[in-house]
T-cell receptor
Framework: NAGVTQTPKFRVLKTGQSMTLLCAQD?????MYWYRQDPGMGLRLIHY???????AKGEVPDGYNVSRLKKQNFLLGLESAAPSQTSVYFC???????????????FGDGTRLSIL | AQSVSQHNHHVILSEAASLELGCNYS??????LFWYVQYPGQHLQLLLK??????LVKGIKGFEAEFIKSKFSFNLRKPSVQWSDTAEYFC???????????FGKGTKLSVKP
């Protein structure tokens, strides 16, 4: 099993360009997440999805859009890239939370995105 | 607002030293707690988790953490660190069963051989 796969691994964009980051998981997880990781900031949740066809805003959603057309894929889009979006982006997935809510998240290897 | 605090930004230890990384959370009710580790150039991996029961949780690679409800803390410990433990450690918490995971800002651990 590949687990959580992110493509691409690296990308350099110019300000104003658009792009889509792809996250794919083969664990049949219901929940998927996009985070950005910045030095000294930890991980901040951008958007998440609790199932196919549903998405929700996280902590820092502005400037990003997402889609979950298939259960195994979660796409993160930047419509007009800005230098402030230079970051490392991590996708994660998890099983549906039980009443206990203890399901850990499985992370991809990250996408390093630089906006010039 | 719900938050997770990791007070140590960077910890430097020599091999065989003992480790304790602090984590405090601000949730009033039921909370699920996690420690993740990120080795250089790699993705985050789960070290251990707590959701109920014994407040002393044992994880992989000799790590353990203790949940102290009265102190809102979930500190990570290891009796004797190795050079291979050099990584960044993230504490995370989720309030109840439906809340999102909130991460601390991370603690970098550097272990000198």
């Amino acid at each position: 099993n590949a687990g959580v796969t992110q493509t691409p691994k690296f990308r350099v964009l110019k300000t104003g360009q658009s792009m889509t980051l792809l996250c794919a998981q083969d664990m049949n997880h219901e929940y998927m997440y996009w985070y950005r990781q910045d030095p000294g900031m930890g991980l901040r949740l951008i958007h998440y999805s609790v199932g196919e066809g549903t998405t929700a805003k996280g902590e820092v959603p502005d400037g990003y859009n997402v889609s979950r057309l298939k259960k195994q894929n979660f796409l993160l889009g930047l419509e007009s890239a800005a230098p402030s979006q230079t970051s490392v982006y991590f996708c994660a997935s998890s099983r549906r939370d039980t009443l206990v809510g203890n399901q850990p998240q499985h992370f991809g290897d990250g996408t390093r995105l630089s906006i010039l | 607002a719900q938050s997770v605090s990791q007070h140590n930004h960077h910890v430097i230890l020599s091999e065989a030293a003992s480790l304790e990384l602090g984590c405090n959370y601000s949730y009033g009710g039921t909370v699920n707690l996690f420690w993740y580790v990120q080795y250089p150039g790699q993705h985050l991996q789960l070290l251990l988790k707590y959701f109920s029961g014994d407040p002393l949780v044992k994880g992989i690679k000799g790590f353990e953490a203790e949940f102290i409800k009265s102190k809102f803390s979930f500190n990570l410990r290891k009796p004797s660190v190795q050079w291979s433990d050099t990584a960044e450690y993230f504490c995370a918490a989720r309030g109840g069963s439906q809340g999102n995971l909130i991460f601390g800002k991370g603690t970098k651990l550097s272990v000198k051989p």
